[in-house]
T-cell receptor, first 112, second 114 residues
Framework: EDQVTQSPEALRLQEGESSSLNCSYTVSGLRGLFWYRQDPGKGPEFLFTLYSAGEEKEKERLKATLTKKESFLHITAPKPEDSATYLCAVQGRGTSYGKLTFGQGTILTVHP | DSGVTQTPKHLITATGQRVTLRCSPRSGDLSVYWYQQSLDQGLQFLIQYYNGEERAKGNILERFSAQQFPDLHSELNLSSLELGDSALYFC?????????????FGSGTRLTVV
């Protein structure tokens, strides 16, 4: 069964203080690894899809990287508006159709 | 606005009751997914429909059922409700049977069972 573990559970940063979020996964053949952002009371918002080890994607202050066992979401010079829960999910080749398995998320708080 | 519409936004009901949650997928999307999000369980996959047919089933209780109609909207029916069913229920949609580009989520229905 596919599994996703995210760490840390919560992260507090000062504005401008760069850091990384971790997503460790086990999957029977990775079809894709997904990062989402979720604001309180709202649905998750799609950020990135990574398909193979070594792949990197960037969007504004966010950069996602992928290895065979984990993914990192690097946040460079964060701003208070980056505060949210960041979710990682995987889709395995053995997975029925489009099912994604999500981690518990990392709650990021950026203080001004 | 993500394009995925869920109604109602909030629902408060008593134990033992039955409720129906509704989802309209993003225009053109054929797949609809239902997820349950609670504080201790995170996002849990319930069920997927593709163009009216059930395609994948997750940890969905027998008290829960879903369907997708010809106009592609979907409904999630929850019956014999228990306090533990209180959660956020999300619907998501994608274009195909298997998505490589991520889902688009709705804003969810918050269910409170009292």
């Amino acid at each position: 069964e596919d599994q996703v573990t995210q760490s840390p559970e919560a992260l507090r940063l000062q504005e401008g203080e760069s850091s990384s979020l971790n997503c460790s996964y086990t999957v029977s053949g990775l079809r894709g690894l997904f990062w989402y952002r979720q604001d309180p009371g709202k649905g998750p918002e799609f950020l990135f899809t990574l398909y193979s080890a070594g792949e990197e994607k960037e969007k504004e202050r966010l950069k996602a990287t992928l290895t065979k066992k984990e993914s990192f979401l690097h946040i460079t010079a964060p701003k208070p508006e980056d505060s949210a829960t960041y979710l990682c999910a995987v889709q395995g080749r053995g997975t029925s159709y489009g099912k994604l398995t999500f981690g518990q998320g990392t709650i990021l708080t950026v203080h001004p | 606005d993500s394009g995925v519409t869920q109604t109602p936004k909030h629902l408060i009901t008593a134990t033992g009751q039955r409720v129906t949650l509704r989802c309209s997928p993003r225009s053109g999307d054929l797949s609809v997914y239902w997820y349950q999000q609670s504080l201790d369980q995170g996002l849990q996959f319930l069920i997927q429909y593709y163009n009216g047919e059930e395609r994948a089933k997750g940890n969905i209780l027998e008290r829960f059922s879903a369907q997708q109609f010809p106009d592609l909207h979907s409904e999630l029916n929850l019956s014999s409700l228990e306090l533990g069913d209180s959660a956020l229920y999300f619907c998501a949609s994608s274009g195909g049977r298997v998505t490589n580009y991520g889902y688009t989520f709705g804003s969810g229905t918050r269910l409170t069972v009292v």
